[in-house]
């Protein structure tokens, strides 16, 4: 069983940067690969970023690319989404969510919610234009 409790979010205008950050119960937290999901009104959950649970390896959306970055540290239990030069469309509810690594996944290449076990409750993030 993992807890997740994400932190970060809130309304920030066009341009600007958040940092949300995900604190996970459990002693084996290197062992789970860890994503963010962001799902805006109206529209399904999508992948974000996701970080591998043993290389560490990490895939971004090709449309946060070059604004988004994704990392963990294994010694705090936490994940971390820096967001910057934010626009209206990245307005969503950002989760962030953790599933046990096999040698079948999840990939972080395929960033795929299915994947993840456990959720946070997810937190708001809102940009003005």
């Known amino acids: 069983q993992v807890q997740l409790v994400e932190s970060g979010g809130g309304l920030v205008q066009a341009g600007g940067s958040l940092r949300l950050s995900c604190a996970a119960s459990g002693r084996t937290f290197s062992n789970y690969a860890m994503g963010w999901f962001r799902q805006a009104p109206g529209k399904g959950r999508e992948g974000v970023a996701c970080i591998g649970g043993r290389d560490g390896r990490i895939y971004v959306t090709d449309s946060v690319k070059g604004r988004f970055t994704a990392a963990r540290d294994n010694a705090k239990n936490t994940v971390y989404l820096q967001m910057n030069s934010l626009g209206p469309e990245d307005t969503a509810r950002y989760y962030c969510?953790?599933?046990?690594?096999?040698?079948?996944?999840?990939?972080?290449?395929?960033?795929?919610?299915?994947?993840?076990?456990?959720w946070g409750q997810g937190t708001q993030v809102t940009v003005s234009s």
């Open positions: 969510a953790a599933g046990p690594q096999s040698d079948y996944g999840p990939l972080p290449e395929t960033c795929e919610p299915a994947e993840y076990d456990y």
